[in-house]
């Protein structure tokens, strides 16, 4: 809200500020303060410039990792994908993926093993 205050300059503020500049830097010396300024605002401006490139391709850089790495492990959304909810299948419904790779048939269960009774021989 502060920084509002302060670009918020009516036409009187402006005045008083530009008359206490003159007096204090005198009639020779506002055009060496207003090329100072405008100097300060070229660096700061040429400053944030770099900034701003900089991050870009920072950015690129990481996007570009990012590709390379879903290339080399072939990962890619399929065009028909729904969130997976993190709830198990009950026992009541069947399972719609195939267990096995290929589409291999699962080996049967095997039998369980039975105790002969004590009373056998």
């Not at 005198?26 to 991050?55: I, N, Y």
């Not at 290339?71 to 026992?91: D, G, N, T």
């Not at 719609?96 to 049967?108: K, N, Y």
Request: proline share 12%; net charge negative.
């Amino acid at each position: 809200m502060s920084v509002l205050l302060f670009l918020d300059v009516s036409g009187g503020e402006l005045l008083v500020v530009l008359l206490f500049v003159l007096l204090f830097f005198g009639s020779k010396g506002v055009p060496e303060v207003a090329r100072t300024m405008g100097r300060a605002l070229r660096q700061f401006r040429d400053a944030s410039a770099d900034v701003q490139h900089e991050m870009e391709k920072g950015i690129s850089d990481v996007k570009k990792g990012f590709d390379e790495q879903r290339k080399a492990f072939q990962i890619e959304p399929p065009e028909h994908a729904q969130p997976q909810s993190p709830a198990r299948p009950s026992a009541m419904q069947p399972s719609t993926e195939d267990p096995t790779p290929d589409g291999e048939q699962p080996a049967p269960p095997a039998a369980p093993e039975v105790a002969p009774a004590e009373g056998a021989k």
